[in-house]
């Protein structure tokens, strides 16, 4: 999902970059004809030319299929059976990550330790009023997924209230 501001900045970086035959290269020529012997059996059928875009919105990136998070109890017993290795005490930073994302990822490192597993994306097109979080940490064992991300919440405490939206995961490593 990409916040409006976004979406006005892709549309017209997209205008600039296209030029008149590209652009009618997008449109879709259909015909349709509408009889109307039902309302006036006297009026020849209606026929009108219908010019739509192809696409409303800027097409969005598919997301890896490593990034999805497919769940049923079978998965979880399997992965909790072929985990038998300790998770790493040293959480590496990814060095490709905004300000945001590391301003997010420097809070949720501190309140929530030990911390397993992390990822912080900015998926409003780069705008940062929009985040997706995966976080997987020992201190949400025994806690439904309620409480879970409320910690998530309060440990991000104010931030959560500057943005449009947060896709929130969490989970026990």
């Not at 010019?51 to 109890?73: E, T, V």
């Not at 309620?146 to 896709?167: C, E, P, T, Y």
């Amino acid at each position: 999902m990409i916040c409006r501001a976004c979406l006005r900045a892709r549309a017209g970086a997209a205008a600039l970059r296209s030029e008149a035959p590209q652009q009618a290269s997008r449109l879709v020529r259909r015909q349709t004809t509408q009889p109307f012997s039902s309302l006036a059996p006297s009026l020849v059928p209606l026929q009108r030319t219908v010019i739509s875009p192809s696409s409303l919105a800027p097409a969005i990136p598919p997301q890896p299929a490593a990034s999805r998070r497919l769940f049923s109890a079978s998965t979880a017993r399997r992965q909790e059976a072929s985990t038998s290795a300790p998770a790493p005490e040293a959480l590496e930073k990814p060095e490709s990550m905004s300000d945001g994302e590391v301003e997010i990822w420097d809070k949720l490192v501190a309140e929530l330790a030990p911390v397993a597993d992390l990822e912080v994306r900015d998926i409003s097109g780069g705008c940062g009023s929009m985040y997706y979080i995966d976080v997987s940490s020992e201190r949400f064992r025994g806690l439904n997924m309620l409480k879970q991300q409320r910690m998530v919440n309060a440990a991000l405490g104010d931030l959560v209230k500057q943005w449009h939206g947060v896709q929130l995961k969490t989970r026990v490593p």
